[in-house]
C-alpha cells in the first residue's frame, strides 16, 4: 500500500484544514487507518484512528475537533481538523495496517504503512 497525503499549509489559529491521504496499491477497506502527527522536539503520536472493527478513537487533544473519515469510492483517507491552535503545529502522517489496535498509546511500529507526511502550521 503506498500512501500520499496532501492538503497540509498555512493557517491561523482558529481556522480550518482538511488533510487527505489517497491510497493505491490495495483497497483501504481491507486495512485499519490513523493520522499522526509529530510535533518539533516531540515523538510522533496516534491523535485519529479508524478501525473496521472499532470505529473511530481519538485522542483527548484533539477530540471533537478533529474527524477522520473515509471515502471508499476514492480510496482515501481524510482528516477534518477544526477550530486549530498553535499546538497543532506538526507534520501529519497518514498510516494503514491490516490489523491494529485503534488506542491511544498503540505502538507506532505495529503501524504497516506510512505517507511520507504533510506540514501544518498555525499562526497566531
Known amino acids: 500500500v503506498q500512501l500520499v497525503e496532501s492538503g497540509g499549509g498555512r493557517v491561523q489559529a482558529g481556522g480550518s484544514l482538511r488533510l487527505s491521504c489517497a491510497a493505491s496499491?490495495?483497497?483501504?477497506?481491507?486495512?485499519?487507518v490513523a493520522w499522526f502527527r509529530r510535533v518539533q522536539g516531540k515523538e510522533r503520536e496516534l491523535i485519529a484512528c479508524?478501525?473496521?472493527?472499532?470505529?473511530?478513537v481519538y485522542v483527548d487533544s484533539v477530540k471533537g475537533r478533529f474527524t477522520i473519515s473515509r471515502d471508499a469510492a476514492k480510496n482515501t483517507v481524510y482528516l477534518e481538523m477544526n477550530s486549530l491552535g498553535t499546538d497543532d503545529t506538526a507534520v501529519y502522517y497518514c498510516?494503514?495496517?491490516?490489523?491494529?489496535?485503534?488506542?491511544?498509546?498503540?505502538?507506532?511500529?505495529?503501524?504497516?504503512?506510512w505517507g511520507k507526511g504533510t506540514l501544518v502550521t498555525v499562526s497566531s
Open positions: 498510516a494503514a495496517d491490516a490489523s491494529y489496535i485503534c488506542a491511544e498509546g498503540s505502538p507506532i511500529s505495529d503501524m504497516g504503512y
Open positions: 496499491g490495495y483497497s483501504l477497506d481491507a486495512y485499519d
Open positions: 479508524n478501525s473496521r472493527a472499532m470505529g473511530s
